[in-house]
């Protein structure tokens, strides 16, 4: 039985009519559509047809209610899509939490979509046409880079690792980075694929001269774009003293196996027998005397490169163990004999006996020497936001750490730790008055499958090695475990669901980059000055008016 018309108040039924009906449904269906130029998938064309599109509805809106409409239905789609993985998280533990299944990716998306919606409604401060479509860019970086400051901060998805493409091609285009940033990045591209996608289409308001400009500065822009990132990849260089020789194993652990506490003995040893090959391949790599078959047998006398072997986070459930026991730690340091170091990741409890997502630094007799805990904790998977009512998170979550600092381990070059996503942090990776000289990341994406988030944090990964100017390697539990130089250029790889350890010598850092020593105040003035350009002059016609 359909109710009376009556029964409605008008403004909820004109949100019914066909009318508002298609404009939802396009600005959906635009949103899900830019999530195709995310990784892994890179197909940047989508963006000149998606936020063509949305800019052309900017541009001839006339109420802020329907552009801030029109920005959280894109916004929404977008970041649906773009984060749809999150529920391999849940289905872990589908027996207990099932109900929650549609909520993470959907949760977080409508959580995110004023991100979106705001810029859209704000860009009408401007006048229509280009300088409406260059404060919607501007502001558009700035509600992204707002996203720092989400709970404990939520960046993922950020517009400008569309263009970590794998690859020479992609190693080019992140170059930039290095002065601007991942948003800095985020910026041109939102720039060009509006304004080039708005003069692609008719009945946008632009006059034939300025589709011509566009167009032409467009094509300009990509083509120095390109010769800059060039020039920059085959023409900077290390400098300073190598970085060591890093081992990555990567256990290739189930994470029901992990959850469930199940064969931790067995998980134990596979990291040993990894740790043990990993770490004689770099012996082999340094031209070193092979440890000994029994590794309790002495240690080989180190005279080459420092060797690091790096476990990832929460490498295995007898997290008590590494705490508890010096024995098992001696037993790890015994197995990769010839190391200087084993950076581990395991929770441990602080004196307050909360429980900490860390990174234990082990010398080589199996003493903690430092640790590292991990300040950016995961919203709804190691804290829980006060405001949800119901019990999400185990035990109410963990206690973060006070943030990025560098470890200076006997014999090895100093070192910044990240943990997880800590990494997608673009500006807040490294203690910025005591400067590493390489990354260590280590990290558990088993929990979201084999899907587009591991790859999607990858991306991050790179763009963190290309704007700090640092090598970095990265530790991943099923994968993808991955070492970078400072250029963002891929050393080696191991792909998805491998068993495996290997061994990569790491390069002398480069220079501190422009956007390593100034950070997101980069960024941030560029978007301010557009957004004043563009507002501006608003005010310099209606004063000529008078």
């Known amino acids: 039985m359909r109710l009376p018309r009556f029964f409605l108040p008008p403004s909820v039924r004109t949100c019914f009519t066909p009318t508002s009906l298609r404009f939802t449904g396009r600005m959906l269906g635009l949103g899900v559509l830019a999530a195709l130029a995310l990784p892994p998938v890179h197909f940047l064309p989508v963006l000149l047809f998606s936020f063509g599109l949305l800019g052309k509805t900017l541009n001839t809106a006339t109420s802020w209610k329907r552009a801030a409409w029109a920005g959280g239905l894109f916004g929404f789609g977008f970041y649906a ?50 300088r409406r479509l260059g404060a919607f860019a501007a502001l558009w970086t700035l509600a992204d880079m707002s996203r720092s400051f989400l709970f404990s901060g939520f960046t993922w998805n950020a517009l400008g690792s569309c263009l970590a493409i794998p690859g020479v091609v992609g190693d080019i285009l992140i170059q930039p980075a290095a002065w601007v940033g991942e948003d800095g990045l985020t910026l041109c591209l939102v720039l060009l694929s509006t304004l080039a996608g708005v003069a692609c289409l008719r009945g946008s308001l632009l006059s034939p001269r300025i589709h011509a400009l566009i167009l032409g500065g467009g094509a300009a822009a990509v083509l120095v774009w390109a010769m800059v990132g060039a020039v920059r990849f085959y023409t900077v260089t290390p400098s300073g003293e190598e970085g060591p020789i890093a081992v990555i194993a990567q256990g290739n652990v189930p994470e029901t196996e992990k959850v469930g506490r199940l064969n931790p003995r067995d998980i134990f040893l596979r990291y040993l027998r990894l740790t043990h090959d990993g770490v004689q391949q770099a012996l082999a790599l340094d031209h070193r005397p092979p440890a000994p078959e029994n590794p309790a047998d002495a240690e080989p006398e180190n005279t080459g490169r420092p060797i690091v072997f790096l476990w990832p986070e929460t490498s295995f459930p007898g997290y008590d163990l590494l705490q508890d026991s010096p024995q098992a730690r001696a037993i790890i340091m015994r197995w990769g004999s010839g190391a200087e170091a084993g950076l581990i990741g395991a929770l441990r409890v602080d004196e307050q006996g909360r429980y900490r997502n860390a990174m234990l630094a082990l010398a080589p007799d199996g003493t903690v020497e430092d640790f590292y805990d991990k300040a950016r904790l995961v919203p709804f998977g190691e804290y829980q936001p006060p405001f949800i009512p119901l019990q999400i998170v185990p035990q109410g979550g963990m206690a973060s750490g006070p943030g990025p600092r560098t470890l200076h381990l006997r014999g090895l070059p100093p070192v910044g730790p990240l943990i997880c996503y800590e990494v997608i942090f673009s500006g807040d990776v490294t203690d910025h008055h005591d400067r590493p000289r390489w990354l260590a990341n280590i990290t558990n994406d088993a929990w979201f499958g084999n899907s587009a988030g591991p790859r999607q944090h990858l991306a991050s990964v790179r763009l963190r090695a290309v704007e700090e100017g640092l090598p970095i390697a990265r530790a991943a539990n099923t994968g993808i475990s991955a070492v970078y130089d400072g250029r963002g250029h891929l050393l080696h790889s191991l ?52």
């Open 81 to 130: 899509a773009g984060l749809y993985w999150l529920i391999h998280a849940v289905l872990i533990r589908a027996d207990e939490f099932w109900w929650f299944v549609p909520f993470p990716s959907l949760g977080c998306a409508l959580i995110l979509a004023p991100t979106a919606a705001a810029p859209a409604a704000l860009s009408l401060l401007a006048p229509p046409g280009v």
């Open 495 to 546: 792909g998805w669901n491998r068993t495996a350890a290997f061994a990569v010598p790491l390069p002398a850092p480069l220079p501190a980059t422009l956007f390593g020593l100034y950070g997101q105040t980069i960024p941030l003035s560029a978007c301010i000055i557009l957004l004043v350009v563009c507002i501006s002059r608003i005010r310099n016609r209606k004063k000529s008016a008078k």
